[in-house]
C-alpha cells in the first residue's frame, strides 16, 4: 500500500512539471522571436544607408594668383585732430558750426564781437598817417639845409638833428606799420575758423559767452585720409623690408569679425624700433576713407601684402580637416568613390586656403559633408546653390588656421 501511494505521488509530481517546462520553453522562444525581429529592420536599415550615396557638395582645386598677407591688429587714428581756441578775449557773438557737421578748411566756426579790435586797428592806422605826415615835413627841412649848408647858410648842428629827426621818423613808421599789423591779426582772431578739413564734434562753448585766449571751441579731426597704427611680430619685420625694396605695399583694412573689407591703403612706416616687451613692430598706414567706414579708436585688422604667388593652387577653406596626423581633405575620384589626402597649406583667409602640397590642379575636394565619409564612400555630388542638402555645418573658419 506504501508503495502504491509513492508511486502515484512520483506521477503527479512529473505531471505538474510539464506544463512549467513547456511556460519556461515558450517564453524562451517568444523573447528570441522579439530579439531577432527589432534587430532585423536595424541591420537592413544599417546595410541600406552604407550601401547609398553619401550626399556632399564638392569644389575643384583651382589656379590663380594669390597675394601673400601678413596680418596685424591695428587702432583707427585721425591724421590730424585739432582743438579749436579762441585766440582773443570778447563776447563770443554766434556759433555758425552744427555738432559732428564736415566743414572745410578756413570755414567760419565761430565770431567774437569785433568792434573793439577794429578800433584798434583804426586807432594804428591814424598814428601811421600822423607820422608820415611828419616825416614828409622833416624830409622837406632836410632838403633844403642840404642845400643851405654848404653856403653856409644854416647851421651844421641843425642840419644834423633834421637828418636824425628824418632817420627816427622812418624807424617810428616802421613801428606803425607793425602795430597795424597786430591790430589787424587780432581783428581776423575774432572770426574763427576751421585750420583743416574735418569733422567737428561736440561744441564746448555757447554764444554770449566771455570767451579768452585758449578757451576751446570745439575739436575737428579730419577723417580723409585717415591712418591705423598696427603692429607684426618682429620675425615678420624682414619680409616686409624686402617687399618695400620692391615699392610702397598695400594695407587692406577689414572689420574685427573679419568679414568686411573696409578700405585699401598704403603703409606709410615700419617704427624704427621694437617693443622688447611683446616682441612687435608698430607699423603705421594711410587709407583715402571715402566711405568714412573707418572711425577713430575703433579696432581693425590689417592684411599687408608683401608678395604674390604667382599660378597658387587654392580650394575652399572649408575643404580642409583637421585630423591625429595633421590636415587633410577627401579627394573624389572618377568612379565618385572618396579618400583621403593629406595636404599643407601655406595660407588660409576668407574662405579660401592656398595649398602648398598634396593636390593638383582639377582634382575634386569635397566641401560640405565630411562628417559621414569614410575612405572609399561612394558620394552624389549635391547642387552648391542649395547647400540645405547636405545640413551640416562647415568644419572650418574663414579666418586663419592655426
Excluded: C
Excluded at 544607408?49 to 598677407?69: E, G, H, L, M, Q
Excluded at 587702432?75 to 581756441?85: F, L
Amino acid at each position: 500500500m506504501t508503495v502504491a501511494l509513492h508511486d502515484s505521488g512520483n506521477r503527479m509530481i512529473q505531471v505538474m512539471k510539464r506544463p512549467v517546462i513547456a511556460l519556461v520553453l515558450l517564453a524562451l522562444v517568444g523573447a528570441g522571436l522579439l530579439w531577432h525581429f527589432a534587430r532585423a529592420p536595424r541591420a537592413a536599415g544599417k546595410t541600406e544607408v552604407t550601401s547609398a550615396p553619401i550626399p556632399v557638395i564638392v569644389a575643384n582645386v583651382s589656379r590663380k594668383d594669390v597675394p601673400i598677407y601678413l596680418m596685424g591688429l591695428g587702432t583707427v587714428q585721425a591724421s590730424n585732430t585739432v582743438t579749436v581756441t579762441a585766440q582773443v578775449e570778447g563776447v563770443l557773438e554766434k556759433v555758425t558750426f552744427v555738432e559732428g557737421q564736415d566743414v572745410k578748411k578756413g570755414q567760419l566756426l565761430a565770431q567774437i564781437d569785433p568792434r573793439p579790435y577794429q578800433a584798434q586797428l583804426e586807432q594804428a592806422i591814424a598814428k601811421k598817417a600822423v607820422d608820415e605826415a611828419q616825416l614828409e615835413h622833416a624830409r622837406r627841412d632836410l632838403e633844403r639845409y642840404a642845400k643851405l649848408a654848404p653856403l653856409d647858410y644854416t647851421s651844421k648842428l641843425t642840419f644834423d638833428a633834421t637828418t636824425a629827426q628824418v632817420a627816427q621818423l622812418v624807424a617810428q613808421l616802421k613801428g606803425d606799420q607793425g602795430s597795424i599789423d597786430y591790430a589787424k591779426t587780432q581783428l581776423d582772431y575774432t572770426s574763427i575758423t576751421s585750420p583743416l578739413d574735418g569733422r567737428t564734434g561736440v561744441r564746448l562753448i555757447d554764444a554770449g559767452n566771455i570767451v579768452r585766449a585758449a578757451n576751446a571751441m570745439v575739436v575737428v579731426t579730419q577723417l580723409q585720409p585717415i591712418s591705423v597704427f598696427f603692429t607684426l611680430a618682429t620675425t615678420d619685420i624682414q619680409q616686409v623690408q624686402d617687399a618695400l625694396q620692391k615699392g610702397p605695399l598695400v594695407a587692406a583694412a577689414f572689420s574685427q569679425d573679419d568679414k568686411t573689407k573696409l578700405d585699401t591703403g598704403t603703409l606709410l612706416l615700419v617704427d624704427n624700433q621694437a617693443d622688447p616687451t611683446s616682441g612687435t613692430v608698430r607699423l603705421k598706414a594711410s587709407f583715402p576713407n571715402k566711405q568714412q567706414r573707418l572711425w577713430p579708436g575703433t579696432f581693425v585688422n590689417v592684411e599687408l601684402v608683401t608678395a604674390i604667388q604667382h599660378d597658387g593652387l587654392t580650394i575652399p577653406l572649408d575643404a580642409i580637416q583637421q585630423g591625429p596626423q595633421g590636415q587633410y581633405v577627401f579627394l573624389v575620384g572618377t568612379d565618385r568613390k572618396v579618400a583621403m589626402r593629406p595636404v599643407s597649406i601655406r595660407q588660409s583667409l576668407h574662405g579660401e586656403a592656398l595649398i602648398d602640397q598634396g593636390l593638383s590642379v582639377g582634382e575634386v575636394v569635397v566641401v560640405r559633408g565630411q562628417y559621414r565619409l569614410l575612405p572609399d564612400s561612394l558620394v552624389s555630388l549635391a547642387d552648391p546653390r542649395d547647400p540645405n542638402v547636405v545640413p551640416n555645418p562647415s568644419t572650418a573658419s574663414s579666418g586663419m588656421l592655426p
